[in-house]
């Protein structure tokens, strides 16, 4: 199983985009894969090049995903108080 943490956070190259892809593409049918992001899957598309890799990847991902999304505070801040 491959937990890809803070899934988006910062700006990728074009480089980085093509490797995004590529692990995913590697892993899209029969390996685990967890992807934990802050960013809203909406905002996926621009962050990962647009277009052609952004649909390569959420093809792969789409068709065997479960979407847990969180709402309310950070659990990080919920912990110090």
């Known amino acids: 199983m491959l937990?890809?943490?803070d899934f988006?956070?910062?700006t990728l190259t074009a480089q980085e985009q093509s490797?995004?892809?590529?692990i995913i593409k590697s892993r899209a049918d029969n390996l685990s894969t967890i992807i934990v992001s802050q960013r809203p899957c909406a905002?996926?598309?621009?962050?990962?090049?647009?277009?052609?890799?952004?649909d390569g990847v959420?093809?792969?991902?789409i068709n065997f995903y479960y979407l847990i999304e969180l709402k309310g505070e950070s659990r990080r801040?919920?912990?110090r108080k």
């Open 3 to 5: 937990t890809i943490d």
């Open 8 to 10: 988006g956070l910062g």
């Open 19 to 22: 490797l995004v892809y590529e």
């Open 43 to 54: 905002d996926w598309y621009e962050w990962l090049g647009g277009k052609y890799i952004t």
């Open 58 to 61: 959420a093809d792969r991902i």
């Open 77 to 79: 801040a919920l912990g």
